[in-house]
């Protein structure tokens, strides 16, 4: 069975600038080098000349880094550029990440004037100790003043917030999800502190500098947000985001369902046709690339039928509605139990996944340790 594949109706705009970077974060990012916004937006441009002709989406992604450490003016230009190669679709969703650190209301009202809809907030805490810890650059006050400048200018909200940092307890967890719940955002995203390679908290975890929190004192972290969302009418749809009614990440949901969608700036990953491609990483490099009209993809590969199922598979099972068989033959060629039927059913046994015979998902034990899963999906 052959797979054909739709023209992608998703784009995303990676704008790797930072103030500095975060003691958690392995992102692309560059910090602190203004010199190099002009250099970027037009070597934004140029690659986004190399699609030929202008693709229109239905969402619209820009992401960091972070979009607004530019200036006003340099934000408007990054608006139209990517306007002017992805025109958007009636019913649109466009989002910018931000931080509230550098949002203001001139910042705001260059987005709202393109046509943005959904601000998504690197928010992480309430508690300026916290922020403090995590070498954030903003404190409590910023982010409520931020939202009320979004909301002020009919956009959506989503909350980014980070859990199970050192020292932290399970209260003190709790009055940061109660502070998120009392602005009324439409989206909120938790997500347990992550020790990365190459992130300076992973060196300072291998030095004894930092300790990180016991799992079973996370697991808890984690099973308390899911269900203080829920008391108040968040729909949990995904491992680590919770949405209000029809207020889901949509283009998040491109990636989940395994559609395809463009990408532009350094380190973006696209999947167009079957064929995923990753731009280089390096800020640096990705512009002398761009400049001497060279590729700046680093990385290509063409997924195979069985590649392309297995990965499926595994974002499909990210979401909590899971996979459900006779689509996912009708997508894949390949039928769910030919593709994974053994471990499907080990995973069923010890609990991790439910089967009624048509759809598999994550129990609530699943979805505690669900990246233990997915090597064997894999």
């Given at each position: 069975?052959?797979?054909s594949?739709?023209p992608?109706?998703?784009?995303?705009i990676?704008v790797?600038?930072?103030v500095?970077?975060?003691?958690?974060c392995?992102?692309?990012?560059?910090a602190?080098?203004?010199?190099?916004v002009?250099?970027?937006?037009?070597?934004?441009a140029?690659?986004?000349?190399?699609?030929?002709?202008?693709?229109e989406?239905?969402?619209?992604?820009?992401?960091?880094g972070t979009p607004?450490?530019?200036?006003p003016?340099?934000?408007?230009q990054l608006?139209?550029t990517?306007l002017a190669w992805?025109p958007?679709?009636e019913?649109?969703e466009?989002t910018?990440?931000?931080?509230?650190?550098?949002?203001d209301?001139?910042?705001i009202q260059?987005?709202?004037d393109?046509?943005?809809n959904?601000?998504?907030?690197?928010a992480q805490?309430?508690?300026?100790e916290?922020?403090?810890?995590?070498?954030?650059?903003?404190?409590a006050?910023?982010i409520?003043n931020a939202?009320?400048?979004a909301?002020q200018a009919?956009?959506?909200?989503?909350?980014d917030?980070i859990?199970a940092?050192?020292?932290?307890t399970?209260?003190?967890?709790?009055?940061?999800?109660?502070?998120?719940?009392q602005?009324k955002?439409d989206h909120?995203s938790?997500y347990?502190?992550?020790?990365?390679?190459g992130?300076t908290f992973?060196?300072?975890?291998g030095?004894g500098?930092m300790?990180?929190?016991p799992e079973?004192?996370?697991?808890?972290m984690?099973?308390?947000?899911i269900?203080?969302?829920?008391?108040?009418?968040?729909?949990?749809y995904e491992i680590?985001?919770?949405?209000?009614?029809?207020?889901r990440s949509?283009?998040?949901?491109?990636?989940w369902?395994?559609?395809?969608y463009?990408a532009a700036?350094?380190?973006a990953?696209?999947y167009?046709?079957g064929?995923?491609e990753?731009n280089h990483g390096s800020?640096?490099t990705?512009?002398?690339r761009?400049?001497?009209d060279?590729?700046?993809?680093?990385?290509?590969?063409?997924?195979d039928?069985e590649q392309?199922?297995r990965?499926?598979?595994v974002?499909?099972l990210?979401?909590?509605e899971g996979?459900?068989?006779?689509?996912?033959?009708?997508r894949?060629?390949i039928?769910?139990?030919?593709?994974?039927g053994?471990?499907?059913s080990d995973?069923?046994e010890?609990?991790?996944?439910a089967?009624?015979g048509?759809?598999?998902?994550l129990?609530?034990?699943?979805?505690?340790?669900?990246?233990?899963l997915?090597?064997d999906?894999?």
């Amino acid at each position: 069975m052959s797979v054909s594949f739709s023209p992608p109706r998703a784009a995303y705009i990676h704008v790797p600038f930072c103030v500095h970077r975060c003691g958690y974060c392995n992102f692309t990012l560059i910090a602190g080098r203004n010199d190099l916004v002009g250099p970027f937006l037009q070597s934004l441009a140029k690659e986004l000349r190399w699609l030929s002709e202008p693709r229109e989406v239905d969402t619209l992604y820009f992401g960091g880094g972070t979009p607004t450490y530019l200036s006003p003016p340099q934000l408007q230009q990054l608006c139209e550029t990517a306007l002017a190669w992805h025109p958007l679709a009636e019913g649109y969703e466009w989002t910018v990440e931000a931080n509230p650190g550098d949002l203001d209301k001139d910042r705001i009202q260059v987005l709202a004037d393109a046509g943005v809809n959904r601000l998504s907030l690197g928010a992480q805490s309430f508690r300026n100790e916290k922020l403090s810890l995590l070498e954030r650059d903003h404190q409590a006050s910023d982010i409520r003043n931020a939202v009320l400048l979004a909301q002020q200018a009919q956009m959506q909200i989503s909350l980014d917030l980070i859990f199970a940092t050192p020292g932290e307890t399970l209260s003190q967890w709790q009055e940061d999800l109660n502070e998120a719940i009392q602005l009324k955002p439409d989206h909120i995203s938790t997500y347990g502190l992550t020790y990365e390679r190459g992130a300076t908290f992973w060196s300072r975890l291998g030095r004894g500098e930092m300790t990180s929190v016991p799992e079973e004192l996370e697991r808890d972290m984690y099973l308390l947000a899911i269900d203080r969302l829920a008391d108040e009418n968040f729909e949990h749809y995904e491992i680590s985001n919770f949405a209000q009614p029809a207020r889901r990440s949509r283009h998040n949901e491109t990636y989940w369902s395994g559609e395809g969608y463009y990408a532009a700036g350094p380190g973006a990953a696209r999947y167009v046709n079957g064929v995923r491609e990753t731009n280089h990483g390096s800020t640096t490099t990705y512009l002398k690339r761009v400049l001497s009209d060279t590729s700046p993809v680093a990385e290509r590969e063409c997924l195979d039928q069985e590649q392309r199922a297995r990965e499926l598979l595994v974002f499909g099972l990210r979401r909590l509605e899971g996979v459900t068989r006779q689509p996912f033959f009708e997508r894949t060629g390949i039928s769910l139990d030919d593709l994974a039927g053994n471990v499907i059913s080990d995973y069923v046994e010890a609990g991790m996944l439910a089967d009624d015979g048509e759809t598999i998902r994550l129990t609530r034990q699943g979805l505690l340790i669900s990246d233990a899963l997915w090597p064997d999906l894999l």
